[in-house]
């Protein structure tokens, strides 16, 4: 059973950084497509970063600039540097690994991040 274990969430005030972490299991994760969603109250769940088999990035228009993705695949983790948070950045993270062998999606539990004065 894979396991995608998220931790790093929690309270900053606007203008501050936190750095997600998320540990997988399993002997794939090189071989993994790796991203980053989340969540606010209300909303669906949008894609955030992701971070390809082989190092390429993607990022939503609105961290852009501001969120880093990056991964060790020696440590079976990936990481979302975030600085310059915004309230509206407020929201549960989510882990998700593709293996892009079967093309089974695996996700995590969350971590809250909330950005608040």
């Known amino acids: 059973q894979v396991q995608l274990v998220e931790s790093g969430g929690g309270l900053v005030q606007p203008g501050g950084s936190l750095r997600l972490s998320c540990a997988a299991s399993?002997?794939?994760?090189?071989?993994?497509?790796m991203g980053w969603y989340r969540q606010a109250p209300g909303n669906q769940r949008e894609l955030v970063a992701r971070i390809l088999r082989y190092g390429s990035t993607d990022y939503a228009d609105s961290v852009k600039g501001r969120f880093t993705i990056s991964r060790d695949n020696a440590k079976n983790t990936v990481y979302l540097q975030m600085n310059s948070l915004k309230p509206e950045d407020t929201a549960v993270y989510y882990c998700?690994?593709?293996?892009?062998?079967?093309?089974?999606?695996?996700w995590g539990k969350g971590t809250l991040v909330t950005v608040s004065s």
């Open positions: 399993g002997s794939f994760f090189s071989i993994s497509a």
């Open positions: 998700n690994q593709i293996n892009t062998d079967t093309q089974t999606v695996y």
